[in-house]
């Protein structure tokens, strides 16, 4: 018999949480809400455009009454709970209704605070927290004249912003000298309080309210310093306090909120409780990521996954204050163990502060351009040593540069028309579209609706950007601790390093280990799971074809039409007269329609359809060819120049050292795809600094550069060393290649994972430790012995040959 579940609280972390076991097990429960106001579910952190006529109360809903009729849950809506009989486990509301409990969640969030100042019963004071505050503010705007806010963080300034447009004139009263001091630095705040006042909103800073004057209603305020303000509505923004009286009363254990353990339990086990409410290590929060966080961790546990852990949030913040664009995250105070990094346009309305310590980012605040709020962020929780680019970290993210493009790249300034996602062709307009309309609030749900990020991934910080920027107010960055997918709580580090260390080597045997939700994974999961289990297990795990992409499975470019291309591998980008008379006969024979010379120095050929690719494979393997890899994650071409055999510029043989290099690699799997190049002096023929791995030949050696990217995302390696031979060249490459297939996410290109990572951390690994390097090198040479075996000559011969058969309609 299914159990009964009963959720006290309908607000966005309760309700969350019910989503996600819906998700698991939609049958374990018979499931009743009980909510305080007369509504379904509604995104409370969207009040503030209500409340300026930007958003009416059925676009911030977030689950109508259909939602819970379709889920078959019942819902008390406008019924307060008051009492938890925990004996006969039973909840009663304050009309008398009851519903029995096997699990209960208490999800009661928080109120406002009010200051306890004389005449703060009058009418006309009230808080900033649910619709009814909103009715009531709208209609005092319609017959009222002056507004007084108290409170200049957040959700002051945006009520504040709200009744000016409403037309009343407004006045914001902080205690404090600056705006936002929780979030914002001196600079920052006057920065943002002097583009307030230019809008019409006035500011009493540093006083203090004395008392609330007035007969029934509010007439006005008087300060402790004697002056008074007249005022016709008094809006209370000064804070929320957890809501937990109720908690309280029922005898659970309580601080500055409901405690909690891990799993989101209180002291009575059958008791969880999520969201505003909660006390969790010694923490409150208030914002809307923990608290879906923590809703995830809850419904874990009451479907009996028993697997997750909810281990607290590293906060950071993307706020949109009437239209200006901040970011804050960490300590951005610093002490006297810290250093300050400033980068200040007063003019052009920009300001970023870094806090570092120990080389390491520790705070952030932004102001006007915020877009590389995300990449800070990540690099404080991976805790990244930025030493080897300090001198440009302030001007942000090198692998997101702007490749001439300037302020396109800026999501907030992108045309709706822009492309975010090149790998699924999906504009900025379809992704807002979606947020706004779908109610999406994480990066998952983004590629859930959109599929946008979730392919390569490297378009991932715009579409976090746009979400922040979408959803302003509460929007906080990914957790610090992001599941490898859907179907499990654990990252794919803790699933690598779970896969060595109890020798899991099938994929079946990892999904049961770590206890996946889904027996079979998803097309995320089980094509990084292949990954590393072939990397980490070269020689006896067996690739499984099916958990790659359709380009890797037919070892081939499929292309618009669904034909496929060709592009046979050139070592170094060398060919001879015979190489070309056989790729001419080879698209002589086929009827190639178009052929092309590529940026990698190789040729491509169009036009192939899916059957003639074995017999084609099988004619260019006759003549010496193997796979150009230009389908795969994996290694695709050695790009070089002539060097100095003919070029007068040329200190080294670059092309013959393309060649080697090319031979060692060729055939290899990458988490993404890797590219090389090598440069016969310093003037950079083959852009090899803005490839994985670069080679820049000078007449004392050769200097190794790595983590380049080329595109419209351009990232300029970073140099790694200085060698003098060409065997020298040979081993770095090899022990780079290996810790970038070792350690690198799947999916993960060399230019965000060295930023991730840090160059000192691969330095550490391949330079200080020569033992180190050397084992590298070795286990890429082991990998590499089935990665050259061709794909293609296997496929000639007839491997998987139905897979190239044409479907036969009879």
Sequence with gaps: MKQNLVLIGNGMAGVRTLEEVLKLEPEKYNITVFGEEPYGNYNRIML?????????IDEIMLNDE???????????????????????????????????????????????????????????????????????????????????VI?????????????????????????????????????????????????????????????????????????????????????????????????????????RGIVVNDTMQTFDPRIYAVGECVQHRGIVYGLVAPLFEQAKVAANHLVEHGIGRYEGTVTSTKLKVTGIELFSAGDFSGDEHTEEMVFQDIAGGNYKKLVVRDNKIIGAVLYGDTIDGTWYFQMMKDGTDISEFRNTVLFGQHHLGDSGHGDETRVAAMADSAEICGCNGIC?????????????FTLDDVRAHTKASASCGSCTGLVESLLAHTLGGDYEDAPSKKPMCGCTDYTHDEVRSGMIQHELKTMPAVRDFFEWKTPDGCPACRNALNYYLLCAYPEEYEDDSQSRFINERAHGNIQKDGS????????????TPSDLRAIADVADKYNVPEMKVTGGQRIDMFGIQKEDLPAMWKDLSEAG???????????????????????RMGTQDSTGLGVKLEELTWGSWMPHKYK???????????????????????????????????????????FLTKVETEDEVLEYCGAFSQLYREDAHYL??????VERVGLKKIKKAIIDDEKNRKALHARFLISQKPAQIDPWKAHADGKNANEFAPIVIT
Aim: charged share 25%; hydrophobic share 35%.
């Design 48 to 56: 503030s455009p209500v409340l300026a006529s930007e958003k009416t």
């Design 66 to 148: 259909q939602w819970y009729s379709d889920n078959n849950i019942t819902l008390h809506k406008g019924i307060k709970v008051t009492g938890i009989n925990r004996a006969r486990r039973e909840v009663i509301g304050e009309d008398g209704t009851t519903a029995p409990y096997d699990r209960l969640i208490i999800a009661t969030g928080s109120t406002p605070f009010m200051l306890p100042i004389p005449g703060a019963d009058k009418y006309g004071v009230i808080g900033f927290r649910d619709i009814s505050d909103v009715d009531t503010m709208l209609e005092a705007s319609g017959k009222y004249n002056k507004a007084v």
């Design 151 to 255: 409170g200049g963080g957040l959700l002051g300034l945006e009520a504040a912003n709200g009744l000016m447009k409403q037309g009343m004139d407004v006045t914001v009263v902080h205690l404090m000298d600056r705006l936002m001091e929780r979030q914002l630095d001196k600079p920052a705040a006057k920065m943002l309080q002097k583009s307030l006042e230019s809008r019409g909103m006035k500011f009493l800073m540093e006083h203090a309210t004395e008392e609330i004057l007035g007969d029934e209603r509010i007439t006005g305020l008087r300060f402790k310093d004697g002056t008074e303000i007249k005022a016709d509505l008094l809006v209370m923004a000064v804070g929320i306090k957890p809501n937990f009286t109720l908690g309280q009363e029922s005898g659970l254990h309580c601080e």
């Design 428 to 440: 900025k307009g379809d992704i807002v579209n979606a947020i706004t309309e779908k109610k999406l």
């Design 564 to 575: 496929y291309s060709v592009v046979p591998r050139m070592f170094g980008g060398l060919c």
């Design 625 to 647: 060819f193997v796979s150009g890899h230009a389908y795969g994650k994996a290694m695709r071409t050695c790009k070089t120049c002539v060097g100095d055999t003919w070029c």
């Design 676 to 718: 090389l190049a090598v440069s016969g002096c310093p003037r950079n023929c083959a852009e090899a600094t803005i490839k994985d791995f670069g080679v820049v030949c000078v007449e004392s050696g050769y200097e190794l550069h790595v983590g380049g990217n080329g595109g419209i995302k351009v990232r300029v390696t970073d």
């Design 748 to 753: 993960e290109r060399t230019a965000p994972w």
